[in-house]
């Protein structure tokens, strides 16, 4: 054995040992094993300032039932604003981009999509495999070809090639899952005028596909897309066998980037036809109706008690008067929730940085974070037991999880046709030329 891997092997020792004597639990029990278990749900640009005022309406029931049980305030992101793949990758691994190694979507002259072997920094999941902890990961950015980890990954190349015989190679970890995983796969050409009359009034839903087809299909896409993982997860998550759950809701801020504009007309920025605010003005409020119950099914899929993180990689503005596209629209405020014995139920607190939230879910599941991690575990909204549990913590950062760093992926298999696919669908966000 090199010297790189009794390192590794010291670490894995280390981060066992930590886990046994973190978070206060001096044994084993399913019960302690159980509360260092934890629930996230991302939902892709989630913004206070669309959610207040909608709760403010009565509506968001799951969400504000949950800011109840759970300390909440706002999630600083990176500045300048940046893309989503660059924001999750570093909520996973706790530190910047210049380390991790996610910072485009493309590569090169060719804009070949980046692949999952661009992580070069270790993530939860590789940090919670070393300390025999499992993971549920479906649908992250920038996971094809999904990596070997203890517990399953999906990638997010689940919605392209669905015209392909079979699915790509790597589409998911472990591959015996490949069958299930397409099972699910909802085309947009499935989407019922009942779904789009969710988000479109129905009584306008013929005016809409005439007049405006490529919008309708741009909703039908995302939603597609977000039905497809939720099917995935449900099946995942029967069992409730794994110790660190993420469910990924990516569509809220693709209807965001396509949609927004209809909502707010006066701000001019747009050329509007007649007929098309009265189709889509409603549609992004619409769709987070539906992620709100998305969210109640995803709690419901577990007990009431679970630990759980409800978060934002960024909020949302809508259009720029500079009619910049793409991540020019994102805004620096995210939301974080936190629902944990660890936090005061119902407080709030001003907020928390992006670096902030690995460490805040490393505690959470009983794990310190590593001393080149830049980010602090969440400290406001504690309770005293919570605070003892995240001193003892940030005293007891280990140097490094580096050494935990996955090995290049496999290589997985490029299909030109996939490819294109995601490289249309990047150019309609505005997020690539
Ligand atoms: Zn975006």
Same mark, same amino acid.
């Given at each position: ?35 260092? #278990? ?6 892709? %640009? ?23 049980e ?91 090639? %669905? ?34 009359? @969710? ?9 809409? #596909? ?27 998550? #029967? ?27 006066? #701000? ?6 007649? &007929? ?23 709690l419901s899929?577990f007990p009431a008690d679970r630990?759980t ?13 500079? %009619? ?12 974080? @929730?936190?629902r ?25 599941? &009983? ?14 909204? @504690? ?45 309609? @966000?505005?997020?690539?030329?």
């Open positions: 054995m090199n010297a790189g891997n009794w390192r590794k092997v010291w670490l894995v020792a280390a981060v066992v040992f930590l886990v046994g004597c973190g978070g206060g639990q001096e044994d084993s029990s399913s019960a302690d094993t159980d509360a260092n #278990k934890l629930l996230v749900i991302g939902i892709d %640009s989630a913004d206070w300032r669309l959610l207040k005022p909608m709760m403010e309406e009565g509506r968001l029931p799951v969400i504000s039932k949950f800011m109840t759970s300390a909440h305030g706002r999630m600083k992101t990176f500045f300048p604003l940046e893309k989503s793949p660059l924001l999750w990758a570093s909520i996973c691994t706790g530190v910047q981009p210049e380390v991790h190694g996610v910072s485009h979507f493309v590569k090169g002259s060719d804009q070949k999509p980046l692949t999952g072997s661009a992580w070069f920094a270790p993530a939860l999941w590789d940090i919670l495999g070393a300390a025999n902890r499992s993971t549920s990961l479906v649908g992250m950015w920038t996971t094809f070809p999904a990596r070997p980890i203890n517990g399953v990954m999906v990638s997010d190349y689940v919605p392209y090639g %669905s015209d392909r015989g079979k699915p790509l190679a790597g589409l998911c970890y472990p591959d015996s899952l490949a069958d299930m995983v397409v099972s699910h796969r909802i085309t947009p050409e499935e989407i019922t005028d009942e779904q789009l009359s @969710l988000f479109i009034p129905a009584e306008q839903l013929a005016m809409a #596909k005439e007049k405006f087809p490529k919008e309708v299909d741009k909703l039908a896409g995302v939603l597609a897309a977000d039905l497809t993982y939720l099917a995935i997860n449900r099946e995942l998550a #029967k069992g409730d066998s794994f110790d660190l759950f993420f469910f990924y809701l990516r569509g809220p801020d693709m209807i965001s980037h396509y949609f927004y504009k209809y909502m707010d007309p006066e #701000k001019g920025y747009f050329q509007h036809k007649e &007929g098309d605010l009265d189709a889509f003005g409603d549609v992004v409020k619409n769709y987070y109706d539906w992620s709100d119950e998305v969210t109640g099914e995803v899929w630990q993180v409800i978060l934002s990689d960024h909020g949302f503005y809508g259009p720029r008067k500079s %009619s910049e596209r793409g991540a020019a629209e994102h805004s620096e405020w995210g939301i974080f @929730l936190v944990s014995d660890m936090y005061e139920a119902g407080t709030s607190f001003n907020h928390l940085e992006l670096l902030d939230i690995c460490p805040t879910f490393l505690a959470l599941m &009983g794990l310190p974070p590593a001393k080149d991690m830049p980010g602090y575990i969440l400290d406001a909204g @504690l309770t005293v037991e919570g605070h003892k549990i995240v001193s003892g913590m940030e005293e007891h950062r280990v140097d490094s999880y580096m050494p935990l760093r996955p090995a290049e992926g496999p290589a997985g298999e490029r299909d030109e046709g996939v490819d294109e696919e995601i490289r249309k669908q990047l150019r309609s @966000l505005g997020y690539i030329n």
